[in-house]
């Protein structure tokens, strides 16, 4: 089992920006991929970005290219959003997830294995 509890989420203005953090505990946290997907209201939950367990790789939804940043600290078994130039369509509860399929940057739901409870970012226009 690998326990995932996300922080940082909150209330900002368009063109801000906030950083979310993920931190994991359980299982080796260098055997996951991890993602962060998004569901805003009345919508499905989608992806925003993944990154492999070194950190290597990345895959960003083009909706936040260029926007949002992934990375991971191996040694504090944390992952991390950096949510810059923010929009109002990026409100939404924002979660983390974690992929045994560790060198894979998975864009499906399906394929993460576990899911943190997820934090509210709001952002006004």
């Known amino acids: 089992q690998v326990q995932l509890v996300e922080s940082g989420g909150g209330l900002v203005q368009a063109g801000g920006s906030l950083r979310l953090s993920c931190a994991a505990s359980?299982?080796?946290?260098?055997?996951?991929?991890m993602g962060w997907f998004r569901q805003g209201p009345g919508k499905e939950r989608g992806f925003v970005p993944a990154?492999?367990?070194?950190?290597?790789?990345?895959y960003y939804a083009d909706s936040v290219k260029g926007r949002f940043t992934i990375s991971r600290d191996n040694d504090k078994n944390t992952v991390y959003l950096q949510m810059n130039s923010m929009k109002p369509e990026d409100t939404a509860v924002y979660y983390c997830?974690?992929?045994?399929?560790?060198?894979?940057?998975?864009?499906?739901?399906?394929?993460?294995?576990?899911w943190g409870q997820g934090t509210q970012v709001t952002v006004s226009s």
């Open positions: 997830a974690a992929n045994r399929n560790r060198a894979v940057l998975s864009t499906t739901l399906r394929n993460y294995d576990y």
């Open positions: 990154i492999t367990w070194s950190g290597s790789s990345k």
């Open positions: 359980g299982r080796t946290f260098t055997n996951y991929a």
